[in-house]
């Protein structure tokens, strides 16, 4: 039986890497008495998969991992058990029955959603009115959106606009706070980040790494009718 679970990650936790999330999930499956599947073979491991690893220092509320179990207890039963061997700063808020054949969030995993605000004790060098105009200006109303990408072993020109689905921002209490949809997965994977450090450099302004939190708040697949459907949405409750 497949099972894909979410949960949300805040406060401290935020950083723990991926690898010891990976592990801290394996114990709290144990103690929760969860009747999940191994492998096969000299060195039996659990099986688990993660959708989109979460780079450290970031919150989230959208983080899914799928396993296989032998038996499963209802959905409400499974997070109860589950949210008692958690932490602070981690939250099981979904557990759901996948199809037979339903492939690993891994594989199918399209795009996210995040927000990015200013940290306190920080200000934005624009307010939300004059971001909302650079936006629509070098995004929105341009035909391409071109940056250069630098990996390991060299730099290239990369034309953002196909992979960034939706690109906006708002006012609160804390100053502009800036919703994105990227694309992300194994092919094209795009960092909120690398969006909006853009966008400062085309507006001729200095991006501070430090002053922005970023937050997931949703991952998705792409269905049939190439519509994004969040990937607890694939599931049913038991």
Not at 205 to 234: C, G, K, S, W
């Amino acid at each position: 039986m497949k099972i894909r679970i979410k949960f949300r990650k805040w406060g401290s936790m935020k950083f723990i890497g991926h690898l010891d999330m990976m592990r801290y999930f394996q114990k709290a499956i144990r103690r929760a008495n969860i009747d999940i599947c191994y492998s096969e073979g000299f060195s039996p491991h659990q099986i688990m998969s993660f959708a989109a690893p979460l780079g450290v220092g970031i919150t989230s509320d959208g983080e899914y991992f799928d396993i296989e179990v032998n038996s499963s207890f209802s959905t409400e039963e499974a997070m109860k058990r589950l949210n008692a061997a958690m932490v602070e700063g981690v939250e099981v808020t979904g557990y759901v029955r996948l199809p037979d054949n339903a492939k690993t969030s891994m594989a199918i995993v399209a795009a996210a959603d995040y927000r990015l605000s200013v940290k306190e004790g920080y200000s934005s060098p624009l307010s939300a009115a004059e971001w909302a105009n650079s936006i629509k200006e070098y995004f929105t109303d341009a035909k391409s959106f071109v940056i250069v990408k630098q990996t390991k072993k060299s730099e290239r020109e990369v034309d953002l606009k196909p992979l960034v689905y939706e690109f906006k921002v708002k006012e609160d209490e804390s100053g502009p706070v800036f919703f994105l949809k990227v694309s992300t997965g194994s092919i094209d994977n795009i960092k909120p980040e690398l969006v909006l450090a853009s966008l400062y450099e085309k507006c001729g302004l200095t991006y501070d790494e430090n002053a922005i939190q970023i937050h997931r708040l949703e991952v998705y697949a792409r269905d049939e009718q190439e519509e994004f459907i969040p990937l607890l949405d694939m599931g049913e409750k038991l």
